[in-house]
């Protein structure tokens, strides 16, 4: 008899060991995009954010879609892509941009471009993993050196080019 | 009573051995892979007169796609959501040019949204380096491509070849992507 509630005891365990880890199979990603030009607020970090949603699982994105939450623990890759620009004419200087966890600035994912007259769109793009746990929120700062610097959207008037977005933003857990 | 903690031990050790790998074997099934990594060493200019196509001719891995004749155009075989990342040296062929050029992606000779990147190029910056990632889904029989256009006829994607030193050459694109899910 001991041994069969043993037995019976042993397999719970194991079964609810294996409920606790079925996390790490599930799939989860995420994609923003967005058609807007945005500029940072001059001496303040500023959040960017993607109102268009290309694809989502596990994920949740906050009602202003300037973040996204982590659902399922892991590690996971995380790309942005910008398109730096001067808004006016004439204008030199540089664009900043990171990543924050949980409003945190994240060390060693910072990019600088600079961007001028003779350069007038330039593109930065940041590649991390990190670890995430449920609930941890992850955004993009941008900051720029000039009040008419920032990231640019350029629409496309040929129906064989797709216009330029400001801003991709792209996760999904590697394990 | 020692020989009943002994038996208690094994018991439970082989009971756990038993249990456990079941159902780790259930959670490790593997996924099909599929991936692609494809390169240029020559240098291209678009047709500004029509929609023009980046051409590849190096492939350095291929598993569960399918190659166009040309290099132009890649057919997915694997149903999945891809990373895909691409790395395009721009150049200007003429030092008194300035000017910009976009490359952006199409699936079923369609542009994809959100793809597109521009990046300006000019004398004081006569090459530059644009790259892109971004999520896809692709199903069987998904072809795609990558197109690009310039601001004007001497702007195109460059390499560089016969490097000193060993260097490697410097390829005009560089395209990997591969199956997440």
């Not at chain 2, 007169?49 to 132009?72: E, H, L, P, R, V």
């Not at chain 2, 040296?89 to 959100?114: C, M």
Request: a negative charge; aromatic letters at 12%.
């Amino acid at each position: 008899m001991q041994i069969f509630v043993l037995f019976f005891l042993v397999f719970l365990n194991s079964s609810l060991q294996a409920d606790n880890q079925s996390w790490k199979n599930q799939d989860a990603y995420v994609q923003l995009s967005s058609v807007v030009t945005q500029i940072p607020n001059l001496g303040l970090s500023s959040i960017i954010s993607g109102e268009t949603i290309d694809m989502v699982k596990n994920f949740q994105i906050t009602p202003n879609r300037d973040a996204v939450v982590c659902q399922i623990p892991g590690l996971y890759y995380i790309s942005c892509g910008l398109q730096p620009a001067t808004i006016v004419r004439g204008v030199s200087g540089y664009m900043d941009t990171w990543f924050n966890v949980n409003g945190v600035a994240i060390p060693s994912s910072n990019s600088r471009q600079y961007v001028d007259e003779n350069l007038r769109v330039s593109q930065i793009t940041n590649n991390s993993i990190f670890q995430l746990n449920e609930g941890d929120v992850i955004s993009t700062g941008f900051s720029s050196s000039n009040p008419y610097i920032g990231i640019v959207y350029i629409q496309s008037y040929l129906s064989s080019e797709p216009s330029v977005t400001s801003y991709i933003f792209s996760a999904y857990k590697i394990r | 009573m020692v020989l009943k903690k002994i038996n208690f031990f094994v018991i439970s050790f082989l009971s756990y051995l038993f249990f456990i790998p079941l159902e780790s074997e259930e959670i490790s099934l593997p996924d099909p892979e599929a991936y692609l990594e494809v390169a240029s060493n020559k240098t291209q200019v678009p047709n500004p007169n029509q929609k023009s196509f980046i051409i590849t001719d190096n492939t350095s891995f291929i598993k569960n796609f399918k190659a166009g004749d040309k290099g132009i155009t890649f057919t997915a075989i694997i149903d999945g959501i891809y990373l895909i990342g691409s790395g395009v040296q721009v150049g200007i062929l003429n030092p008194k040019v300035s000017g910009y050029i976009d490359v952006w992606f199409e699936l079923n000779g369609a542009p994809i949204p959100a793809t597109n990147s521009r990046q300006y190029i000019s004398q004081s910056a006569e090459v530059a380096l644009m790259t892109n990632a971004f999520l896809i889904e692709l199903k069987n029989g998904d072809v795609f491509s990558i197109g690009f256009s310039a601001s004007g006829p001497e702007i195109g994607i460059v390499a560089f070849t016969n490097l000193p030193n060993n260097e490697p050459d410097i390829v005009s694109i560089g395209i990997s992507l591969f199956k997440i899910y």
